[in-house]
């Protein structure tokens, strides 16, 4: 039944009320100690290490998350959960070598590290390239995707809950990060929590059908009728090769997709760049800690729909589709759909929770750049109220921008996560070489970040349409192709074209800088020492305990 009942209504009336009072309260309470426009777009001092941890998961985990990734659950399994895996293990390298670095250098935006490492020039190209690639692809991808979910689980229409979404999203960010970092604690709780009862109900789903009622009989009853999707690595012979090749997750282009995202990404690291050190790697711990987490709410519900849809239960063939008409991103829809009164609704606006805060969050990053990295680059002059006034301006424009183009980009036939991994990843590998190199070698000249900027791009353009051209058989005795099962044609997996572009960047970059300094170029350094890098007992502990897990789950689902 594709609607909300009374009961659905009321519970998710209490998180909207929720949401919102404590927010409008952190607004006024915060109020009479704002600053400035530092205050306004970073919370400066502001934010606790939970709040900023909360704030790292609620704007990370949307509709992609739920929706994709849940799709990708059903298509092949807890593999995708790498995406997740991986990158509490980027947070934890993140807390360690990158915040540091921001922290000490006093670094508040992405755009000013490169301006202040490199020149003017290659801050502004990148400044206007993050602004078109958040607006045109992440933007609009959650506020499309969330609002596809929304409709399809209440029976809305599709344009008023992009509507309802996009207002809710604004009214928050207009308050600044300190009260959206605040309020993602409420989204995180709801997030969870929902997500956690989808799970559990999905997980029982199964286990009713095949006559054992309890969560530890379906977990035990999916791994037996899909045992084929308890698997973490690939072999080369397995039909979703392409999207995840084999180790690459491990050693190879997965660590460029990670690294680029929670390193070098304003719309993340902004959470943290205006607390100190101990306060913002304590929130990137946490972070981690929740990201172990977050495959149990995305990915199980995905299996679990698998193995119905497998047995055909609830009639799920029918409505996810059979051949070429199946679109798994419908399996997490059809999940929340089956819940009871009241549990659908906590599920229903844990989703929404989901997407209101990514929207927010990057909303907020847009405004951020655009005003202290193009608009005051242009009339230094402004005061600081006037900075204020153009970021809110700026919030309102990006998003009804993105209710404009949502509907016209074609993200629903490309499937909502391998849209946004698409095409980020066409610039990621620029990206990390040129930040990576700038962070620890002080010989990395402009022409060299330039080089990697606009040959990363178009190195990853030429990688795309290579098997055109080329035919690639040759290379998949070694794991760096693979048959599209589609196409009959030889590809490239995405992630080992990145990890390609990156290494051929990082040689570029390498070449350029040794010819720049061999001519005596000037080069802009950072202020780098390894004391920066030391962390406190309790923070090696977390680490510890966080990479042992990880091992824990790789060696038993390998």
Sequence with gaps: MNKLTTGDYVVFAIYFFVVAFY??????????AETGSNDYFLAEGSLTWWAIGASLIASNISAEQFIGMSGSGFKMGLAIATYEWMAAATLIIVAIFFIPVYLKNKIFTMPQFLNQR????????????WLLLYVVVNLTSILFLGALAVSAISGVSLNACIWGMAIFAVIITLGGMKVIGYTDVIQVFFLILGGLVTTYIAVNLVATHFGSPGILNGLSIMKNQAADHFHMIFNHDNPNYLDLPGLSVLIGGMWIVNLNYW????????????????????GILF???????????????????????KHDVFDFSHKIGTGGDMNPDRA????????????????????????????????????????LDVYKKINPGISEKQTVNIG?????????????????????????????QEYTGFVSPGIFAMFILGFFWKKTTSNAALFATVGGFILSCGFKVLPQYVNLAALAPSGFAAKNADTGIYEMPFIDRM???????VIGMYIISM????????????EVDSSMFKTSKGFAVGTLIVCGILVALYSFYW
């Design 118 to 129: 490199y020149n003017g020039t290659v801050a502004m190209i990148m400044a206007i390239f």
């Design 332 to 371: 997490y829809p059809i999940l929340l759909n089956l819940l009871p009164s009241g549990l659908k609704g906590l599920s229903f606006a844990a989703l929404t929770a989901a997407v209101v805060a990514s929207l927010a969050g990057k909303a907020n990053s847009i405004a951020t750049i655009f005003t």
């Design 287 to 309: 972070a981690a800690f929740l990201k172990l987490l977050m495959p149990v709410i995305v990915v199980l519900p995905g299996i679990a729909a698998f193995v119905l849809y």
């Design 392 to 420: 809110k301006i700026t919030v309102v424009v990006a998003m009804f921008l993105g209710i404009i183009l949502c509907t016209h980009l074609g993200i629903d036939k490309k499937g909502g996560f391998q849209y946004i």
């Design 499 to 505: 990890g390609f572009v990156f290494l051929i960047c």
């Design 23 to 32: 927010g409008l309260w952190v607004y006024r309470r915060k109020r009479k």
């Design 515 to 526: 010819i720049e300094n061999a001519k005596g170029d000037k080069v802009h350094g950072l």
């Design 263 to 282: 390193g070098c990404n304003q719309y993340i690291t902004q959470r943290a760049l205006g607390a100190d050190l101990k306060t913002a790697r304590g």
